[in-house]
């Protein structure tokens, strides 16, 4: 007897088989003929089933051709994403971050799981990972808008520049910050960086729009760097300690999602201070080094000015 036909007939007997319908005022009904529950609940009752051979016909035991052993197995398969799948789930130890554990789980997946296995994320892990993978794209593209809205501004590819320097020492401040206070790279403070932009760019808008009003007054290049970065010093000063003073409640806040508001918080007052103490440094030594052959946008309408002057005397000549 093949293996195939024992397979069907314990589906029919076991598992039952619709063998025919009836009609009862109007309503169409199945007939599924199964064997009695109580003859099915142990192994030897599945030893006693007979079966019919395909060859002599005869009814012999199905002990006679398969043999039955147990072993463990799960009582439900699950699945995620169409795949056979096993879900771990655990909280975290206070201090210990998403991060690392992730790549700790995936370091012992690799060492000990064959290279078959696949490791898929869900929930926070999923939404780590899908951040993660986005935090890049979306702090270039903020970085390229601001570029690109300054370099309208102030009509000039080098001005912004100077300006955008100051945003990597920001970042720098920020990820110090959690460093320093045990932080970690998470969702919030990912916020938090790209937040950084706009605010560390604001210090050196101050610095440059100063500057070049002071050339365009008609004070030598050296002079006007000078005057811009003192004059400015009081107002950036003033600006990033209010800011970084506003995220203190965030910081010091108790209670639930006390947590993620003193991510934020800390990169925000972190960043401040650094974006606040190193643009007085760093944009007028780069304004210096770099936008020395740069005008302001002063200089286009005076050019402007002047060849319509030119071309209204030339008409007149004529």
């Given amino acids: 007897m093949s293996v195939s036909v024992v397979g069907r007939t314990l589906e029919s007997m076991l598992g039952g088989r619709r063998v025919t319908t009836f009609i009862d ?51 439900s398969l699950n699945r995620y994403n169409r795949v056979r799948a096993l879900t771990l789930e655990s909280n975290l130890e206070n201090g210990y971050p998403l991060g690392a554990a992730l790549a700790h789980l995936e370091r012992l997946v690799r060492e000990e799981l064959p290279e078959t296995a696949v490791i898929d994320y869900k929930g926070q892990s999923l939404d780590y990972k899908s951040s993660g993978a986005s935090l890049l794209f979306v702090f270039a593209l903020g970085i390229f808008i601001v570029y690109l809205v300054l370099a309208a501004q102030f009509e000039s590819w080098m001005h912004p520049l100077v300006i955008m320097l100051s945003v990597p020492l920001a970042i720098t401040g920020a990820l110090a910050g959690l460093y320093y206070f045990g932080g970690s790279l998470n969702i919030y403070t990912q916020v938090g960086l790209i937040m950084l932009v706009g605010l560390a760019a604001k210090n050196g808008i101050l610095i440059v729009e100063f500057v070049n009003q ?4 008609g004070m030598p290049f050296r002079e006007a760097i000078l005057e811009a970065a003192s004059i400015r010093l009081r107002p950036i000063v003033m600006t990033g300690i209010t800011t970084a003073a506003g995220s203190l409640p965030l910081i010091l806040s108790s209670g639930a999602g006390s947590e993620t508001r003193a991510a ?34 002063g200089d286009v309408a005076r050019a402007l000015d002047q060849q319509r002057e030119q071309f209204l005397l030339q008409e007149g000549a004529q």
């Fill in 25 to 75: 005022d109007g309503e169409e009904y199945d007939v599924i003929v199964e064997g009695e529950r109580s003859t099915q609940n142990t192994p030897t009752n599945l030893e006693n089933i007979y079966v019919r051979s395909a060859t002599t016909g005869d009814l012999i035991p199905l002990s006679n051709v398969v043999a039955l052993r147990e072993f463990a197995d799960s009582s």
């Fill in 214 to 217: 002071l050339r365009d007054g």
């Fill in 264 to 297: 934020i918080g800390t990169v925000i007052f972190a960043g401040v201070l650094a974006a606040t103490f190193f643009t007085l440094i760093i944009v007028p030594v780069a304004y210096y080094l770099l936008a020395r052959k740069t005008g302001s946008p």
